[in-house]
């Protein structure tokens, strides 16, 4: 017995020992010497206690090259999964269950204006953006080349492909595509101003509402420019996408007047899908006339969102609307041509060839008008509206993109008026550039080519594109886009919300939150002047709504309580309810079934499943329900089909019936067993985690979170009769800096900073982001080097 035990014990032994190596020869080096080619000088790369890299070189092409190298051995697979999908191309590495998603890319346009615009960034001749993009290149096909590749190519059975500028300029068209709501919201609007009229839109805010928050406006004289030099339906297909998208943002800047230290204080929190890894890398970067710490995209060298020492920028999504439809009407005498008033002009036709891991390579065809490509085929929410061909006109693929020109000169900004230029150079998507600096300047622009559309034009409705008075007609100055220089208010804030009326008199139409987070930030600074980092950490990590609790008062209002007698403590409870989502509370666990319900008995007969499912993912619902709800005249409540007239009291009754009951079965019958912490699941999924047993070994699973709608912590989830919330998307990192203090600025990702699963630092952030804490942002050097937990010397290659 015993010698069979020794056998045993020796190949778990073995076994452990084998896999230990396999571990370490799989994970980010970070530490030791590397002979790097193209290197001019040694470059000297300080690693922190979460695998931050600080890169320290003498010159910028070198600092760029490390940059490159390090960020492809902790995001490599990333940069391949995000290249993919904006080139059309997931299919040829994943196999044909992705084909869908890429004919869908390839007609929407992304991988020919990636072409389109590596062509144009190459044309500028040897711009600094330029060389700099290209010493990040040469860092990262180093590192494809000789470095040990991330085990999911190993499960693959691939190799990765060198990386180039148009795979760069995919990765910013898919960065742009998922700012996109036309497409989820458009076809939707359509449909209900079709097939249900003007009364059932009227009970939805397609625009907004005058009871929505609306963000001030503050256009300067001048700017301030003393600053130092420095096939399915979409919802299921993009559900495929295996890369999260960008959803939404709070930034805020606070100048010196309403701060303790008496200078700017900045903070910032995009609002991304969780993924594993999280989307930003940070990294900080150190040559002579320079120093930035940036949170970079995968295969992106410039920080969208950092600071230096002198000015700090973020951004939120703008959400203004950049794409129409245009519903065209073919030439009775050729079909290949369409009709603008007594005009034709041709349908344009071109083939892309898709590759298909495994099997033959596919030839798929690609139709257009002067419009832009025909999505019948792609979108079905579009074909199944109409036979006419319907064509997307985005603003994005209508010239090259020049993001790399713009990010790189914002991180290299010496004043305010410079970060202003680079802002002008967006064009899509829309974004809000938040900036703050050291000498009290406070910022905010709305970055995008805003058109100007004909007067019979509904930006969400699909225009009829024979109309001459339909056409696009030109594009509004960038100097009247929305924005704000130092107002009298003492600060600028943004949160997906809509801009207020521009100077030119437009209020510029698009898929605007309803400006609840808006409004609370606002509340809370006007009411403080001694604003610090402390009181700031407080505010981002709030989970109060203001609106929910009211929606649910007014609901009560509606039924019969002497019907729901048994369940009176629980309503109290209800009734009192102050909008917080503690994980302790049962009113959160109540409020969303109750609202999903009261929505789905009133619009799932009208939509049908598709139809209401693709309405819960909109904006559309998040700023229409308490306008839903109030709305006297609302002929959503009543069913088709019935001989009687359902009442709003009616289906809310029902509703609030069947909540209880599926409580009950799903938590017990005790409501105080019905904690908010039991119906949330916060996961942070892997491209490779959606089959078993990868899901255990790549996907990062965090311990429940106070998931919410709309509070300043936004931690979203979508309404479903589960009653299980899982949540789909939150701040994917949350910074605060006072130019008082920047070497004290602070910090958190929802995992970590390296998207190696062997990495100590794959998931070492998970608990700080879940508890609502804070890691620091070093750029001290002293302190650098001196808590250095490893250092890796990169040196020229002879």
Request: no cysteine.
């Amino acid at each position: 017995m015993r010698k069979p035990l020794t056998i045993l014990g020796s190949l778990t032994l073995t076994g452990i020992i084998g896999l230990l190596f396999f571990i370490y020869w799989h994970s980010p080096r970070y530490g030791g010497e590397l002979s790097i080619s193209g290197l001019k000088e040694k470059v000297e790369v300080n690693f922190d206690m979460y695998g931050i890299p600080h890169i320290y070189a003498q010159n910028e092409a070198d600092a760029y090259r490390a940059l490159g190298y390090v960020h492809a051995q902790d995001r490599l697979f990333q940069l391949e999964m995000m290249r993919r999908v904006g080139s059309g191309t997931l299919a040829e590495f994943l196999g044909k269950d992705l084909l869908e998603i890429d004919q869908f890319f390839h007609t929407l346009g992304i991988p020919k204006h990636a072409k389109e615009s590596s062509a144009a960034f190459l044309s500028q001749g040897e711009t600094p953006w330029k060389k700099a993009a290209e010493a990040y290149l040469e860092g990262v096909n180093e590192f494809i080349q000789r470095g040990i590749l991330p085990v999911e190519y190993l499960l693959l059975g691939e190799k990765p492909r060198p990386y180039t500028i148009e795979d760069m300029h995919s990765i910013v068209g898919y960065m742009s595509f998922t700012f996109a709501m036309g497409l989820k919201t458009d076809p939707l609007v359509t449909r209900i101003a079709r097939d249900l009229g003007s009364e059932y839109m009227s009970s939805l805010s397609v625009q907004t509402l005058p009871e929505h928050h609306v963000i001030p406006l503050n256009y300067p004289d001048s700017l301030n420019s003393n600053l130092s030099p420095v096939g399915s339906t979409l919802s299921a297909l993009l559900g495929n996408i295996p890369v999260p998208l960008l959803e939404g943002s709070n930034s805020w800047v606070i100048a010196g007047s309403r701060t303790k230290s008496g200078k700017v204080l900045f903070n910032n929190d995009t609002h991304i899908g969780f993924s594993s890894p999280s989307v930003w890398y940070e990294a900080h970067l150190e040559y002579p006339g320079f120093s930035f710490y940036g949170n970079h995209l995968a295969g992106v060298p410039f920080g969208l969102v950092g600071h230096s020492r002198h000015h700090s920028i973020g951004l939120t999504m703008f959400e203004n609307d950049d794409q129409d439809f245009f519903e065209e009407k073919l030439n009775p005498a050729n079909a290949n041509e369409i009709m603008i008033g007594e005009v034709s002009y041709p349908i344009t036709s071109r083939k892309e060839i898709i590759q298909v891991k495994g099997e033959k390579s596919i030839e798929f065809e690609i139709r257009g008008t002067k419009h832009g490509p025909i999505m019948n085929s792609v979108v079905k929410e579009i074909g199944n509206l109409t036979s006419n061909p319907v064509t997307s006109w985005w603003v994005y693929i209508l010239e090259p993109t020049k993001a790399m020109e713009a990010i790189y000169k914002m991180n290299h900004a010496g004043n305010i008026q410079e970060v202003a230029d680079a802002a002008s150079l967006i064009h899509a998507p829309g974004l809000n550039i938040m900036y703050g600096d050291s000498l009290g300047n406070i910022a905010w622009w709305a970055a995008a080519k805003l058109p100007i559309r004909g007067e019979k034009v509904h930006s969400k409705i699909f225009a009829d594109g024979s109309d001459p008075e339909a056409q696009p007609k030109g594009w509004y100055p960038f100097t009247d886009n929305p924005q704000s220089i130092n107002p009298e208010s003492g600060f600028v804030a943004s949160a997906n919300n809509q801009p207020d009326t521009l100077r030119n008199g437009v209020f510029f139409p698009g898929y605007y939150y309803p400006g609840d987070r808006w409004n609370r930030i606002a509340k809370a600074i006007l009411a403080k002047e001694d604003w610090d980092m402390e009181s700031s950490k407080a505010l981002q990590v709030e989970t109060v709504n203001e609106t929910h609790p009211k929606n649910a008062q007014f609901m009560l209002a509606l039924i019969n309580q002497n019907d729901f007698e048994s369940n009176s403590a629980v309503l109290q409870v209800l009734q009192n309810w102050d909008g917080n989502h503690e994980l302790n509370s049962n009113i959160p666990t109540v409020y969303y079934k109750w609202l999903y319900h009261t929505l789905r008995l009133a619009m799932m007969d009208e939509l049908g499943e598709d139809g209401f499912k693709a309405y819960l993912e909109t904006f559309m619902m998040i700023r229409s329900t308490r306008h839903f709800l109030t709305d006297a005249e609302n002929r959503w409540w009543d069913r088709k089909g019935t001989a009687t007239i359902e009442s709003r009291s009616e289906i809310i009754s029902e509703a609030l019936k069947l909540t209880l009951e599926e409580l009950s079965d799903q938590f017990g019958k005790n409501p105080k067993d019905w904690k908010w912490e039991k119906a949330v699941v916060a996961e942070h999924p892997h491209p490779l985690g959606s089959q078993k047993p990868l899901d255990k070994i790549f996907n990062v699973r965090t311990e429940a979170i106070p998931a919410n709608e709309e509070s300043i912590n936004k931690l979203a989830f979508k309404l479903s009769g589960a009653g299980i919330y899982k949540v789909t998307s939150g701040p994917a990192m949350r910074i605060i800096l006072d130019f008082a203090d920047v070497d004290g600025s602070v910090s958190v990702l929802p995992t970590g900073n390296s998207g190696n699963r062997f990495s100590k630092h794959y998931a070492d952030q998970k608990q700080l982001y879940a508890k609502g804490k804070y890691r620091p942002q070093l750029m001290n050097e002293t302190e650098i080097k001196n808590k250095a937990k490893g250092k890796l010397v990169l040196i020229p290659s002879n």
